[in-house]
């Protein structure tokens, strides 16, 4: 499973780290980002929360 995060979408609101930050994190422009390649085992449901959660739905996961 990946996560990956629209830059263009996202406005920096923390959301996705707040939920799971094993696998969001700040990026150099200080928006989200997906910092593994893959979603680690046990971390599925926290990823898709985020997803569901994020105001834009700057997050995909696939």
């Given at each position: 499973?990946?996560?990956?995060v629209d830059?263009?979408?996202c406005i920096s609101c923390g959301?996705?780290?707040d939920v799971c930050?094993?696998?969001f994190d700040w990026n150099d422009e200080?928006?989200?980002h997906a910092?593994?390649?893959e979603v680690p085992e046990g971390q599925e449901d926290q990823a898709r929360e985020a997803a569901?959660?994020?105001p834009?739905?700057?997050i995909k996961i696939s």
């Open positions: 499973m990946k996560a990956v830059q263009d979408l959301a996705c780290i930050p094993e696998v200080e928006k989200a910092i593994v390649d569901d959660g994020c834009t739905e700057a």
